[in-house]
Nanobody
């Protein structure tokens, strides 16, 4: 299984970005997908996750600002990020979980200037 993330970039505070991640390989139904992030000097943390049925869960620090979605036909997961803050700056990783295995994308850098 391979994951390819894209969509990061440099934006100003208050602006929006949409991250995309596409999975390829032996993808099975019933998988869960998620976005994590690693802020400078910190450990990786969960941002949002979504089941194959579309049930979602968000970290408190992004509730109301970020929206996770997926397209099962494309094996893709998205993260719409609105109202970005400088403290959202970091590397964002998508991941896919199936059969108790976890796969990671390469990460995409999001930089929010004040």
């Amino acid at each position: 299984v391979q994951l390819q993330a894209s969509g990061g970039g440099l934006v100003e505070a208050g602006e929006s970005l949409k991250l995309s991640c596409t999975a390829s390989g032996n993808i099975v139904r019933g998988n869960h997908m998620a976005w994590h992030r690693q802020l400078p000097g910190q450990e990786r943390q969960l941002v949002a996750r979504i089941t194959s049925f579309g049930a979602t869960d968000y970290a408190d620090f992004v509730k109301g600002r970020f929206t996770i979605s997926r397209d099962n036909g494309k094996n893709a997961v998205y993260l719409q990020m609105n109202g970005l803050k400088p403290e959202d700056t970091g590397v964002y990783y998508c991941n896919l979980n199936q059969y108790n295995e976890r796969y990671w994308g390469q990460g995409t850098l999001v930089t929010v200037s004040s």
